[in-house]
């Protein structure tokens, strides 16, 4: 068992009773701090936020509606109980997103992915993620300070020169994308530098491919990804077991159908929604707009938290179908004005010059009669186009998170 903290080996009972009880002080707190949310949620009374039940009746804050918000209420929109000059360091993300960094010990919390993956003090860490405006380079120093290792702040130097700075510093672990890892041994390779003292890496970012970790692997480094935002820092991390990240213990997950609020059953896909549990800098029910879906069972390596099965994608599939923009939320409406649908996904295509929506159902066959007819006008009455309707049997369709399916070629 490799967990040092001790609130990693908790019992899901002691853990969930933790959250919980911590919940109503942070609501409280953003509601007071950060006007955005008594605003949006006017009736909520955040002492009685008190369980996932009352969390859940709290509206979605959606990544793609920040830059919206925030030039609506610049800086941040409301959104942050911290004022930009109390911040330690502030931030310009691609949208464009504003965000900040609290004047804290590990404000990501990214030091509990690092430590997972084996960093510990006396490590000097290579970090070539960009300290430009974007807090992942950030992230991974201040994660790494907290753990005691020295860091070399490469960012986005000269492949060369990181090389260069890397074997003469003897780096011993890497934080950074796993595509620019190997880039940087292979430079090394070809200067001929020793950089065998790196032996761990803890990456995010991107997609860590299996035949990328075990080419790493062989060359002496073991590679353990974590997954997060720049808005929520640490969401979670994967182990030695490389069965699926856990998640943060400052975390409270949901998994909810895209286009709404509302949790999947367990093991289905959908889009990732956290309430980050910070005295700094909390965050409610934000909706990340990736999907992932939660596994069952516990870390073989004794952790005990929920495990996710890391990013499959994106949950915004918004698209356009003859000049009309057709929503993830519209079909969500339709299969809640009908109750007998069990899962819904549009599928888009073009088979000559005229886009066609095909609506695919599942459904019991003793709800089928006269069903697809409903289904169109509802469908139409929605989005103002006409559909066509295939009603499929129960699990047919993929679990993969889709709800709008767009089939059609590109260009």
Request: charged share 25%; with cysteine.
């Amino acid at each position: 068992m490799e967990a040092e903290d001790p609130r990693e080996r908790r019992s899901p009972e002691e853990r969930e009773r933790a959250l919980m009880k911590a919940l109503p002080a942070v609501v409280a707190r953003a509601f007071e701090r950060a006007p955005i949310y008594r605003r949006r949620d006017p009736s909520v009374v955040p002492e009685e936020v008190t369980d996932r039940a009352a969390l859940a009746r709290l509206r979605l804050v959606r990544k793609s509606e920040l830059p919206e918000i925030q030039r609506a209420d610049p800086p941040f929109g409301g959104l942050s109980t911290v004022a930009a000059p109390q911040a330690a360091k502030l931030y310009s993300s691609p949208g464009p997103v504003f965000e900040l960094e609290p004047r804290s010990a590990d404000p990501w919390r990214a030091a509990r992915a690092m430590r997972a993956a084996g960093f510990h003090a006396g490590d000097v860490v290579h970090n070539s993620f960009s300290y430009h405006l974007t807090p992942a380079g950030s992230m991974v120093e201040t994660g790494a300070h907290a753990l005691g290792c020295a860091v070399i702040p490469a960012g986005t130097a000269p492949t060369e020169a990181q090389a260069v700075a890397a074997a003469q510093f003897r780096a011993t672990a890497y934080g950074g994308t796993p595509s620019f890892l190997k880039v940087l041994l292979d430079r090394g390779a070809e200067l001929g530098l020793d950089l065998s003292s790196l032996t761990r890496a803890s990456v995010t970012a991107e997609a860590l491919p299996g035949a990328l970790r075990t080419a790493l692997a062989e060359r002496g480094v073991r590679v353990l990804q974590w997954y997060g935002t720049a808005d929520a820092g640490l969401i979670a991390y994967e182990t030695s077991a490389m069965e699926g990240l856990v998640v943060d213990e400052d975390v409270i997950l949901e998994v909810v159908r895209p286009g709404t609020g509302d949790p999947v059953p367990a093991g289905e896909v959908g889009e990732v929604v956290v309430t980050i549990l910070s005295a700094d800098h909390p965050l409610l029910r934000f909706a990340t707009g990736d999907l992932s879906a939660i596994l069952p069972g516990q870390s073989p390596c004794g952790r005990t938290n929920v495990r996710i099965r890391g990013w499959m994608g994106r949950a915004d599939q918004s698209t356009k179908v003859r000049g009309l923009f057709v929503h993830p939320s519209h079909v969500a409406e339709l299969v809640r004005r009908h109750p007998v649908v069990r899962r819904a996904r549009l599928v888009v295509t073009r088979p000559g010059d005229l886009d066609v929506m095909t609506l695919r159902v599942e459904v019991e066959p003793q709800d089928r009669p006269r069903l697809a007819e409903a289904l169109v006008a509802t469908l139409r009455d929605l989005t103002q186009l006409r559909s066509e309707v295939e009603l499929v049997d129960r699990g047919a369709l993929p679990n993969d998170g889709k709800v709008i399916d767009d089939q059609r070629p590109v260009g």
